[in-house]
């Protein structure tokens, strides 16, 4: 009997063979779904619990640094404003590092308009005084009889080089404020445009004259504005208009602040121009000397187009007379014991005073 059942199963397997390996194949196809479901369900599951644990020891890290943070700030005081820097151990005076250009004959260039001004050459006697021989070659063009030495020792405010400590660092006083160094000395090293302004100012009758540092003109705008009207133009540049470069940073004395020395930075006064160039007394080199005007353009903006203008002062407005215009015609009601002056004669006398 159950040779006969097995029998029949045979039989059916091979009349339906090619249904039953449909089957069987469907069957393995769904089995290995499945299993790939089943395995995505889980990995997805782990992800999201680690994200969770993430997030869970991220928000204590964070509350953590909150409260070490809190406690700090209350055992700590933290200073609102610090110190400035201060040298330390010895100091040792710093040389300018820069030399100048040798003395060479002026290009041959005619100038359009040229002015007239008076010449100093600052070789000899005032090695790194550019700024204070140009002043003087600028206030003797407008008539004032002054020297070069007397501008150095009464006008100029001078303060100490740049030092260098044991650490390495530079310290020095605001070439804005004063002269770094002596203008005598080849161990100078210069001042801006404010200091030369500060010293003229107190030479100057200033009912007569003015003088200003200006900023940020370009070269043609100052010829323009100023050589075209006869005022030549305290210019700083660089020593021939070679390319500036950046030489020492120092902390300024008493302060955080530093400062860059650009090199080799000169002064020189402009006093010409023409399609190509312009002319300078440049105390380096010799009268009405030219440059290319890139060349100029370059020195100049370098040193950050700062200039200083010293001109005549414009002429005060004449104050209109306050004098009656007709006379009293009444006395007063209790005339004085003395005489009453004549009406004509008086109302002269108060509008000659007023006026």
């Known amino acids: 009997m159950l040779n006969l059942k097995l029998e029949k199963i045979k039989r059916f397997c091979r009349q339906n063979r090619k249904a039953l390996g449909i089957a069987a194949g469907a069957l393995a196809l769904v089995l290995i779904c499945t299993a790939v479901t089943v395995f995505a369900v889980r990995r997805h599951r782990a992800a999201l619990e680690a994200e969770a644990a993430a997030r869970v020891e991220t928000a204590t890290t964070a509350a953590t640094t909150t409260e070490t943070t809190t406690i700090l700030e209350t055992t700590t005081a933290v200073p609102t404003t610090t110190e400035p820097p201060k040298p330390v151990g010895t100091t040792k005076p710093v040389a300018p590092e820069e030399t100048k250009p040798p003395k060479r004959e002026p290009p041959k260039q005619t100038a359009t308009v040229c002015l ?153 006064v402009l006093v010409g121009y023409n399609d190509s160039g312009y002319f300078f007394n440049d105390p380096l080199q010799s009268k009405n000397f030219y440059y290319s005007k890139s060349s100029v353009t370059a020195a100049y903006n370098a040193l950050g187009r700062q200039a200083v203008i010293l001109q005549k002062a414009a002429p005060k407005p004449t104050e209109p007379s306050t004098a009656p215009t007709t006379a009293p015609t009444t006395a007063p009601a209790t005339a004085p014991e003395t005489t009453l002056p004549e009406t004509t004669g008086s109302t002269t006398s108060n509008s000659t005073a007023v006026s």
């Open 116 to 268: 007239d001004v008076p010449y100093i050459n600052q070789r000899a006697k005032y090695p790194t005084g550019c700024e204070s021989v140009s002043a003087v070659m600028v206030m003797r063009y407008w008539g004032m009889n002054i020297s070069p030495e007397y501008f150095i020792n009464n006008l100029l405010d001078k303060g100490s080089v740049p030092v260098r400590d044991s650490n390495g660092t530079y310290f020095g006083d605001d070439p804005r404020k004063v002269f770094l160094g002596n203008p005598y000395s080849e161990l100078g090293w210069g001042c801006y445009a404010p200091v030369i302004v500060n010293a003229i100012n107190k030479y100057i009758d200033h009912d007569k004259f003015t003088v200003d540092a200006v900023y940020g003109l370009s070269p043609d705008t100052l010829c323009e504005r100023y050589i075209d009207n006869g005022i030549p133009v305290l210019f700083w540049a660089t020593a021939d208009m070679e390319k500036a470069e950046n030489g020492k940073t120092w902390f300024i004395n008493g302060t955080s602040e530093t400062f860059t020395w650009k090199r080799p930075m000169h002064c020189l």
